[in-house]
């Protein structure tokens, strides 16, 4: 951007000739131009975010960073989510004695709406700054929603940049009641830093949905073979917390494939993941596992037989309210220095003398 200012022939109004250029691409020259200063600060960050093991605490780290470079009361980074609606704080740092609260107090299922109309408000510029009383009212008439928002907690000024990456916004990083005489260098310095953090952030968020894909079972929500086979490994390794006595549940469909066979997959699909839910319900306390086609397993620390006995009771309780679900359950208890893979085998074969006592009173639903 090039701007002249010129002799202006009214009292207390400035004229200004300006020109400048908009690329849809990230000028690299130009944001290799930058001051040795604020280089050096995102390079700081940088070498934070890509040098830790643990991310999410790297970004506690980068977010206090920004905070002491804008001398501000509270930094933030939210990220938000179109399709379902929703906005999740990443990050924040808040300066001891502000008096300003968490964002945990503000993020409520209500503040997506909020976060909607800063894309507006903030338009063709790379972000937005409001310094001072004036700006304020200016944002009252565009944004009056998010000024009154920002005057209730407690915010007299705020700089805030969109985190973009391939062209789509995956949130917001700002920082409230900074330090407004030095406007242009934290300006610099957001501008270059929300550039690399979106990028992290991106990376961030494919990576947990690719553990997520490779722990959780998409049809029924509940964990997969491969974390329960992982869990087994850690407990094996002594790598995994165990409190004992526990219990190994395994729960197997009877019947499935005749409602396939009769209904359809998607039916059959439609039982499955309501077995997972009652599962889920019945051992709010442990973790569930779809260890494969139409068997399930639980595994419950703290529990005996008298207490295991009573949730297969209520398990199978549960069924029964349901068209087409019956359970075959088999259960183990394991004690203390007991190898876990003996146990799986024991509730395992539980489970198959379940199966072979329900299919002798059903035979018009045995497997063909």
Known sequence: MFLIPLESDRENVGYCAYTYDVTPEADSEQRASLSAETSSAVLKTCIKLRGSDNVRKAFYEVIEDIRQICDSDLCCILLTNQEERTCFKLCEAIKEGSGLLSMDNYVTDSFFAITETWED??????????????????????????????????????????LKYNGSTLGYMWATNFNVSNTVKIKETLELTTFFIASEIANYQLLQRLETLSSVDMLTGVKNRNKMNAFVDDVINGKAEVKYPYAVVFADLNGLKHVNDENGHSAGDQILKKAAEILCATFPDGDVYRAGGDEFMAIVMGMDE???????????????????????????????????????RN??????????????THPDRRIR
């Open 306 to 344: 008298e207490m295991v006995e009573e949730r297969r009771k209520r398990l199978k309780e549960q069924a029964a309210t349901v068209h087409d679900l019956y359970f075959a359950i088999g259960t183990h208890i394991v004690r203390d220095n007991e190898d876990i893979r003996i146990a799986m």
């Open 347 to 360: 509730a395992d074969q539980g489970m198959y003398a379940d199966k072979r006592e329900y299919y002798s």
């Open 121 to 162: 408000t903030i338009g063709d510029s790379t972000c937005i700054i409001i310094k001072d009383e004036r700006d304020m009212e200016w944002l009252k008439t565009v944004n009056p929603r998010w000024q009154a928002s920002l005057s209730a907690a407690g915010v007299s000024s705020i700089v805030m940049f969109p």
